[in-house]
């Protein structure tokens, strides 16, 4: 069995930074650390563009 955590490390304009752990559950030993950049893309035109303050104030809590 494995536990999956995840975190946001920071978040500007465009961007954040997203850390994950894949840790086995029976002894908590960490098996995978990961990090990934997440760019919020406007659909229509493909261009990355500002993250709505709607968003980033949602999120913010979950930011260390």
Do not use: C, N
């Not at 997203?18 to 559950?25: A, C, E, L, M, S």
């Not at 990090?35 to 035109?45: A, D, M, P």
Request: no cysteine; hydrophobic share 40%.
């Amino acid at each position: 069995e494995l536990v999956v955590e995840t975190w946001i490390t920071d978040m500007k304009e465009k961007k954040s930074t997203r850390v994950y752990h894949i840790k086995r559950k029976a002894d908590g030993r960490t098996l995978i650390r990961a990090q990934t950049l997440w760019v919020y893309i406007e659909l229509t035109g493909g261009k990355p563009v500002e993250i709505p303050k709607k968003i980033i104030d949602a999120f913010q809590a979950f930011v260390h």
